[in-house]
């Protein structure tokens, strides 16, 4: 089956800790995200890669980090600078595709708790 | 300005019944849109996406694109109760990474029978 995992599905941290949060895919996409979405909000992009060992950050990289050795992982760590990491975690991936359009696809997301 | 705008909802419509949902963009330069469906407490998943103005349609599902108004739509035809979830609009904004997309806050909507 092609897609997308993340790992765990449930992670409590308490402050101070870093965590990491994994995401794998077996599409073969060149291109892969982390989200992350808060109660009844959007999502906002943390980081995103579009090749391997290469990453950019997004809106809200302060806090996070991550890195792309291989191409099916993209792992992010949530670290202690994060002051509010508490929050619904998701991973996509894309590559291009119809009329040049990146269509993501996304894991089933992690849901972090600081306690 | 936000560069994704939708309507938060709840968007309250009777089983059966036609829904529309809209959403807004700023950049005129938006290449590609999507349409994802969130259920509550689960991930994203995508129902269409469009890029040429017009219409698609894929079974119950309907996207509209009218790049002139920056205003793209999503229409459920015969809404079934299992319709009920949040729909978010994406943009693929120019000037960003070609695989870059902004999604809008999402519109809640509620099927009633």
């Known amino acids: 089956d092609g897609g997308i995992t993340q790992s765990p599905k449930y992670l409590f941290r308490k402050e101070g800790q870093n965590v990491t949060l994994s995401c794998e895919q077996n599409l073969n996409h060149d291109a892969m995200y982390w989200y992350r979405q808060d109660p009844g909000q959007g999502l906002r992009l943390i980081y995103y890669?579009?090749?391997?060992?290469?990453?950019q950050k997004g809106d809200i990289a302060e806090g996070y980090s991550v890195s792309r050795e291989k191409k099916e992982s993209f792992p992010l760590t949530v670290t202690s600078a994060q002051k509010n990491p508490t929050a619904f975690y998701l991973c996509a991936s894309s590559s291009p595709g119809q009329g040049g359009s990146y269509t993501q696809y996304f894991g089933p997301g992690t849901r972090l708790t600081v306690l | 300005q936000k560069e994704v705008e939708q309507n938060s909802g709840p968007l309250s419509v009777p089983e059966g019944a036609i829904a529309s949902l809209n959403c807004t963009y700023s950049d005129r330069g938006s290449q590609s849109f999507f349409w994802y469906r969130q259920y509550s407490g689960k991930s994203p998943e995508l129902i269409m996406f469009i890029y040429s103005n017009g219409d698609k349609e894929d079974g119950r599902f309907t996207a509209q694109l009218n790049k002139a108004s920056q205003y793209v739509s999503l229409l459920i035809r015969d809404s079934q109760p299992s319709d009920s979830a949040t729909y978010l609009c994406?943009?693929?904004?120019?000037?960003?990474?070609?695989?870059?997309?902004?999604f809008g806050s999402g519109t809640r909507l509620s099927i009633r029978p």
């Open positions: 890669s579009q090749i391997v060992n290469d990453f």
């Open positions: 994406a943009v693929n904004i120019l000037g960003s990474s070609a695989s870059k997309i902004i």
